[in-house]
């Protein structure tokens, strides 16, 4: 457990979409980041509120971002975006918990900073876990296409071709089974990652955990 307290947790990005400059700079400097060079990997995670984005990413690395208390019903948990040091793992890893999409509160008619969080992911990390649940195959809202395909389309315009590794997680399986599933997940990711030629190098994945 002693080794949990140096990841050093930090919100990068607040709720209104304020930069933490000073936060930032103690993370660096508590991290020994600079250190590192080039040589670091970032691995950010997107989807709905209150599908174990946090939880999932305390699982698989030494974080100790904050988690939803079940008990207490379901609610906005992270707030805007957060940062923690992924201890123990070569390369130096960044792990990075973004606020969940379609939360009520924010309501159905701000988007805005949905967009703008899952831009910037996409943009600085080179994993990014897109966090569904199994029932939402096949849905468009819920499945958050919309918000996927408007973000992948302005990446492709804003940013310099670069290789990103977009890896689907789909949680808490049903009892259809997985080769009724497969296509249909599959079909909408070519959907919302349809990538111009001089992209052929990003890759996209599927993988299934219960």
């Known amino acids: 457990m002693a080794e949990i307290d140096h990841c050093c947790s930090t919100q990068l990005i ?12 103690n993370f ?9 060079g080039l040589s670091y990997a970032v691995v950010a995670i997107m989807g709905p509120q209150s599908s174990g984005k946090s939880n999932l990413l305390n699982h698989l690395f030494p974080t100790n971002f904050r988690e939803m208390d079940a008990f207490r019903g379901r609610s906005q948990t992270t707030k805007g975006i957060w940062i923690a040091n992924c201890v123990g793992i070569d390369p130096f890893t960044v792990a990075m918990d973004l606020e969940g ?29 897109i966090n569904m649940w199994c029932h939402d195959i096949g849905r468009e809202q819920a499945a958050n296409k919309p918000l996927l395909k408007t973000v992948f389309q302005v990446m492709m ?17 049903t009892k259809t089974p997985l080769e009724y599933l497969e296509p249909i997940l599959g079909e909408d990711i070519q959907k ?13 994945r599927a993988q299934n955990t219960k």
Request: hydrophobic share 35%.
């Open 14 to 25: 607040d709720g209104e979409g304020e930069f933490n400059v000073v936060g930032l700079d």
């Open 28 to 36: 660096i400097r508590t991290t020994k980041l600079t250190n590192c």
């Open 101 to 129: 999409t379609d939360g009520r509160e924010r309501g159905e008619d701000d988007t805005t900073f949905e967009k703008q969080s899952a831009l910037f992911a996409l943009a600085i990390a080179d994993i990014v876990l």
């Open 157 to 173: 315009r804003l940013f310099s071709p670069r290789k990103t590794t977009q890896l689907f997680v789909v949680r808490d399986k």
């Open 192 to 204: 919302v990652t349809v990538k111009p030629k001089f992209c052929s190098d990003s890759t996209s």
